[in-house]
């Protein structure tokens, strides 16, 4: 242990200089570097959230050096991605097999493991991280102004085609939080593409609005689908930190009063009713995201509580989970998850990321202590023998 984890400013420490030991040469945020089936993996959605919660504690460097990695997977895929456009256009949408996947190798490979890879979302978070990036570190967008226009016309072609969700199910279905990660990342960079580009977007994302407007609410909040009448802890993030809906207004509150009521169990937030991974725990980066959306809304105290659970969550040598199982929701299920991939992955990274940008969120943080002693080269991580790196 290079430091004792006494306190929440040793945790946020621990957790920033995890995700920058861990950064890869090449630019990518392993999931988590030792659970069985993520390892050697780097999704668009989990690396957008860290680099954006890296980028806010002030490590610049390393967010870019994540959208290079994003770059250089999509400009290399970039005839495939016109191919995708083309065939859209012309009619012909491609079979969710032949989209993009969710994850990459580190390498920017696709890997050889089955996965549930046609999700749309991480395509939107990371335009959106960068941009977010831009405004808070300045700096054109330049580097990275081809991959970001590939990335543009893939989600205008592809927006409200059904794909798997942020937990990489239900795929028959267009998910309210997917179209809000697009939604957001579409807008966030409208100002920086060009202008046939920009008219695009902003058509497109009117029709997001007017899409969710008439089949994304159910009782006047987000739905987990389109069409659903459920909910999903997902949802907080449209609030923030993507800001897709206002927090302040009435679907915004009405989302918020509605995952407190049917998902945040104390201060642990589950997926959504029915979860039965790992048997349906509680997630400490989804406190964060409810904790951030109170936060947007204005709710101080509601947002402390979420991140003094999540806090809570970690290990003794700091590592934050995916899940907790102290309330499960399918207790049955938990055993069968283990026996198939192992403990639950500890620590995840993106855990990491969430409890960091609330913290910081919070003022609860101190961002030049943070950044002074993160360099990564000086600290070994206890699982870096386990690592895929
Ligand atoms: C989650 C995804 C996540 C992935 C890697 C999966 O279990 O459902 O949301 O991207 O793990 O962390």
Known sequence: MPFPIDSEQALAR????????????????????????????????DGA????????????????????????????????????????????????????????TFTGGDGDDDWWDFQLDGYGTWLWALVAHAGRHGGDLARWQPAVDLTVDYLLASWDRPCY?????????????????????????????????????????????????????VDGHLAKWLGSTGVDGSLAAAIAPLGFVDAAGGVGRSTI????????????????????????????????????????????????????????????????????GEHLIAPGMRQRWVDRWGPVATPLLWSHAMLLR?????????????????DASAFTPDHAEDSAR
């Not at 770059?71 to 895929?77: C, G, K, T």
């Not at 407190?260 to 406190?287: C, E, I, K």
């Not at 919070?362 to 993160?374: E, K």
């Open 358 to 374: 609330l913290g910081l969120g919070l003022g609860r943080l101190d961002p030049a202590s943070l950044t002074r002693d993160a």
């Open 49 to 104: 959230f860290i680099a954006d919660a890296v980028s806010a504690a002030g490590c610049a460097e390393s967010a870019e050096r994540f959208f290079d990695w994003c770059a250089r997977v999509l400009q290399r895929r970039g005839d495939h991605i016109r191919w995708i456009v083309a065939e859209t256009e012309a009619g012909r949408p491609p079979a969710g097999e032949r989209m993009l996947p969710a994850r990459f």
């Open 257 to 324: 009063a509605v995952l407190d009521a049917h998902l945040n169990v104390g201060g642990g937030v589950h997926r959504y009713l029915g979860d039965t991974f790992f048997g349906g725990g509680q997630w400490p980066l989804l406190s964060c995201f409810l904790g951030l959306a109170h936060l947007a809304a204005g709710d101080r105290d509601a947002a402390t509580a979420l991140y003094e659970w999540a806090v809570g969550t970690a290990t003794a040598g700091g590592d934050l989970p995916e899940q907790v």
């Open 14 to 45: 621990h957790s920033l200089r995890l995700m920058l030991a861990f950064q890869t040469p090449e630019g990518a945020y392993p999931a988590s570097p030792t659970f069985s089936a993520y390892r050697g993996y780097c999704w668009f959605r």
């Open 165 to 217: 969700d942020w937990w990489e199910e239900h795929a028959a279905h267009v998910h309210v939080s997917t179209l809000a990660c697009i939604g957001a990342g579409l807008e966030a960079v409208a100002p920086r593409v060009s202008a046939p580009r920009a008219a695009r977007i902003s058509v497109t994302v009117d029709r997001i609005r007017a899409l969710i407007d008439e089949r994304g609410l």
